[in-house]
């Protein structure tokens, strides 16, 4: 009797030992896509990118790059846009960018039109300059 319970738990163990190294064959023979989506998940969950504004001329539009040059005060930016922010700029327009930068490369997120600040005060001087209406003329009352 204690020969055949050696043997069961001799045919036993190696059955639990070549378990264990077909499980670590088929490890390393497979390709572990899980590790690779747990890696991009926390680049995902990176904080929001910063967005920065600029506020200058636009020097160049590049319609192949889809990108425009806009001269702020510190110093020429490179911002690329999509295609319908490019159609409405054009060389010696002034506007106002808010981009965020990302792996080196800037991105608009919005392109304005600057309102020069003579533009601002003419605004009002037009309401002012308007010709008032003129009083109703009471009729003359009698005695």
Do not use: H
């Amino acid at each position: 009797m204690k020969k055949a319970l050696a043997l069961i738990v001799a045919v036993l163990f190696v059955f639990a030992v070549a378990s264990v190294s077909f499980a670590a064959e088929e490890k390393k023979a497979a390709p572990a896509p899980a590790p690779a989506e747990k890696k991009a998940a926390p680049a995902e969950k990176k904080a929001p990118a910063k967005i920065t504004q600029v506020t200058g001329e636009v020097t160049a539009v590049d319609v192949a790059a889809k990108t425009i040059t806009v001269k702020g005060k510190k110093g020429d930016v490179v911002i690329a846009v999509d295609e319908k922010m490019m159609k409405d700029c054009k060389a010696g327009d002034k506007v106002v960018v808010k981009y965020t930068t990302a792996d080196g490369k800037n991105t608009a997120k919005s392109v304005k039109k600057a309102v020069a600040k003579a533009e601002k005060k003419a605004e009002p001087e037009k309401k002012a300059a308007e010709p008032a209406k003129p009083a109703e003329k009471k009729p003359a009352e009698k005695k």
